[in-house]
């Protein structure tokens, strides 16, 4: 039973994830963020203008952490990255930047799941309900109703536009 619902919340969490996260390259101006401010969504789950509020309101406030746990990761990815090109380099230096490296990740993530519950808990029962059965329909379906997924919005460029550019991937960064 425990198992069940870990599971459903589990899978509603990572559902409510895919929502939240812009497309990539999309200006904040043009292509509205979060599920939430999709009218139809809205409409189907019935959400009242409160609810809207808080849930755009927990978004908002959680979105500078998670930007600030995401400029820390890529700063100790990249430090790591330098530190596996370095032949001089000993594997403990390395352990223990991997292990930052980790724990940031870690941080992030924890973040990201905080502000995905806190949004979930503003639905009623009826409207958890129901956003688990859309969930399911978005899941199967050929196309996705959201952006694809990414962990966080692009990083603003110097001039103050988005760069549209995923990170590479930690793959991408390795040495061959």
Avoid: H
Avoid at 31 to 49: D, F, H, S
């Amino acid at each position: 039973m425990m198992l069940s619902r870990i599971c459903r919340l589990t899978a509603s969490t990572v559902l409510l994830s895919l929502a939240v996260v812009p497309e990539a390259g999309a200006s904040q101006q043009t292509t509205p963020r979060g599920w939430w401010r999709n009218e139809a969504i809205v409409k189907e789950l019935g959400l009242a203008v409160e609810q809207v509020t808080r849930i755009n309101a927990i978004f908002e406030t959680t979105m500078p952490e998670l930007r600030q746990d995401r400029e820390e990761l890529e700063r100790l990815e990249a430090k790591l990255s330098r530190m596996i090109q370095d032949d001089r380099m000993d594997e403990a230096t390395l352990s223990r930047q991997i292990d930052r490296v980790e724990t940031a990740r870690a941080n992030g993530n924890k973040t990201r799941s905080m502000m995905l519950t806190r949004m979930y808990r503003v639905l009623t029962r009826e409207q958890r309900t129901r956003f688990d059965q859309l969930s399911k329909e978005w899941a199967v379906s050929a196309r996705p109703p959201f952006p694809p997924p990414s962990a966080f919005p692009p990083p603003a460029s110097p001039g103050g536009t988005s760069q549209g550019k995923p990170a590479p991937s930690d793959s991408q960064r390795r040495p061959g």
